[in-house]
Nanobody
């Protein structure tokens, strides 16, 4: 079973940038789509971005399109989320997740079967 550990979250001012990392261990993630989700206090977990196994296809939520970019490095067994022009509404715990089915890009949280513990991102106004 794969273990996922997120890092890079911290307090940042509005307009700033952060790069989140997700390090996988236990087995390679290279066959699986990887995704980022977030959950703000009192709200449901929401989709942020996903990338397919070969980095040839990615999906980004409309709320962050143009500001966030997802990438991966299969050689390092890692996935990244570059977040630019951050807004206070981006404040949330950000989770990394691995899809349950190889080779296929997915976006619904129910389609991801392995999750990290999350990293807190706080954007001050």
């Amino acid at each position: 079973q794969v273990q996922l550990v997120e890092s890079g979250g911290r307090l940042v001012q509005a307009g700033g940038s952060l790069r989140l990392s997700c390090a996988a261990s236990g087995r390679p993630i290279s066959r699986y789509a990887m995704g980022w989700f977030r959950q703000a206090p009192g709200k449901e977990r929401e989709f942020v971005a996903t990338i397919n196994w070969s980095s040839t296809n990615a999906r980004i939520a409309e709320s962050v399109e143009g500001r966030f970019t997802i990438s991966r490095d299969n050689a390092k067994n890692s996935v990244y989320l570059q977040m630019n022009n951050l807004k206070p509404e981006d404040t949330a715990v950000y989770f990394c997740a691995e899809a349950g089915t190889p080779w296929t890009i997915v976006t619904r949280s129910s389609q991801f079967t392995s999750w990290g513990e999350g990293t807190q991102v706080t954007v001050s106004s």
